[in-house]
Every structure is written in structure tokens, then in C-alpha cells.
């Protein structure tokens, strides 16, 4: 059964330090998605790639938010410094997209706590 | 801009009774159309999806969705609540064609309650 995975599934820092986030997509999926869930905000797209390309990071704070795939296995989000601001669940998912319509599979999750 | 309304971020019901969540959309080309579920600590799950083919669309754990283009609606709906059905449901808007397909614009949520 193929799962998106992410690693770690918390994570406590304190603010000022460098916070990684990883995601596995599915195996054979083109496209990477990274969200945020806040109570207050609800679900918000910070970032995507197709192909391991870049399409569209126009939600994420570009001066401490970055994400990378640096290859088909594995994408990644970082965030330095991290602020108490940036507690919220990060989830990862994959699809297969060619045209629309396409099913996006969630990861578990990272439950970030900033302090 | 495509967008999603969900009407209600709490929905509560009887153990039994019907499950309605609505939702509308808002989309300048035939969209397709999604209802996702999140358990407590969970990622979200794919429901069911619309893609142009039936109306009526039906999902896994006994949900079913109508599209109605006329309305703009897609909501959803079980005859009978279950405990296990508890949970928050996000409807989702995805376009066709362009740069952005597969990309997902999410409505706010409704958690739904079941009571005993």
C-alpha cells in the first residue's frame, strides 16, 4: 500500500533555529505539495513542484521558507529561523497530474511547535 | 479564481440521522470537484471526487455527492451517521488545463459531530 511518508511527525524547537521537514512522495507521482494547517488559517498551499520543478511557492514567507526536491524520492521544507508563528501541522502530498481531476495523497503530517 | 464555500465549520448529528455538508464552488471552467476527510492526527483522506462523468458521485464509507451546475453545489451527503464518521471534511476545487492543473483550492472545513 503506497503511502506519502514525512519525517519527523513532531518536532519541538525553539525560536531562532533551523527547522527541516521531509516528505517521501508515492513512487511514480510528478507532483509535490506542501501545506499548512493552522486553527486559524485552515489549510493553506505554501509551495509546489511538478517534475521536481518549481510552479508555484507564491504562499510561502520567501525570507525564512524554502523548498527543494532535490530528487523524484524526496522533497523537502525548511524554514530558518523559525518563529512561534510558524506552529501549525506541515503536510506533504503527492499526485499524479496530467490534466486535472487527479487525486493529491496526504502525508501523516509534521506537528511543529515553535517556542 | 476558482474558490470554495463551505457553509457551516460545525455540523452536528445523531447517531443515525443524515449527514448533509454543503458546499459551493466558484470556477470560470468546468471544475472538478472533491471531498477530502481528516481524522484527529491524521492527513487527509480522498472521500470522493466529481470529474465529469455521472452527477452523482459516490465515495467510499456510504458518502455520496451531487454535482449540480445549475447551483454551483456539490454537496454532500449519508443517510446514516455512524460514531466513526466524526470528523473535520474539506471540499476541494481543482481546474482543468493550464499551468496550475491538480492544483487543489480547499474550502474551510466542517467538522461534523455525531451524537449518541
Known amino acids: 500500500d503506497a503511502r506519502v511518508t514525512q519525517t519527523p511527525r513532531d518536532k519541538v524547537t525553539e525560536m531562532g533555529q533551523e527547522v527541516t521537514m521531509r516528505c517521501q512522495p508515492i513512487?511514480?507521482?510528478?507532483?509535490v505539495f506542501w501545506y499548512r494547517q493552522t486553527m486559524m488559517q485552515g489549510l493553506e498551499l505554501l509551495a509546489y513542484?511538478?517534475?521536481?520543478?518549481?510552479?508555484?511557492d507564491s504562499g510561502m514567507p520567501k525570507d525564512r521558507f524554502s523548498a527543494e526536491m532535490p530528487d523524484a524520492t524526496l522533497a523537502t521544507l525548511k524554514i530558518q529561523p523559525s518563529e512561534p508563528r510558524d506552529s501549525a501541522v506541515y503536510f506533504c502530498?503527492?499526485?499524479?497530474?496530467?490534466?486535472?481531476?487527479?487525486?493529491?495523497?496526504f502525508g501523516p503530517g509534521t506537528r511543529l511547535l515553535v517556542l | 479564481a476558482q474558490s470554495v464555500t463551505q457553509l457551516g465549520s460545525h455540523v452536528s448529528v445523531s447517531e443515525g440521522a443524515l449527514v448533509l455538508l454543503r458546499c459551493n464552488y466558484s470556477?470560470?471552467?468546468?471544475?472538478?470537484l472533491f471531498w477530502y476527510v481528516q481524522y484527529p492526527n491524521q492527513g487527509l483522506q480522498l472521500l470522493l471526487k466529481?470529474?465529469?462523468?455521472?452527477?452523482l458521485v459516490k465515495g467510499i464509507n456510504g458518502f455520496e455527492a451531487e454535482f449540480k451546475k445549475s447551483e454551483t453545489s456539490f454537496h454532500l451527503t449519508k443517510p446514516s451517521a455512524h460514531m466513526s464518521d466524526a470528523a473535520e471534511y474539506f471540499c476541494?476545487?481543482?481546474?482543468?488545463?493550464?499551468?496550475?492543473?491538480?492544483?487543489?483550492?480547499f474550502g474551510q472545513g466542517t467538522i461534523l459531530t455525531v451524537h449518541p
Open positions: 466529481y470529474t465529469s462523468a455521472a452527477t
Open positions: 476541494a476545487v481543482s481546474e482543468a488545463g493550464g499551468t496550475s492543473y491538480g492544483k487543489l483550492t
Open positions: 502530498a503527492s499526485g499524479l497530474a496530467h490534466s486535472g481531476g487527479e487525486t493529491q495523497y
Open positions: 513512487l511514480g507521482h510528478n507532483t
Open positions: 470556477s470560470s471552467v468546468p471544475p472538478y
Open positions: 513542484f511538478r517534475n521536481r520543478a518549481p510552479l508555484d
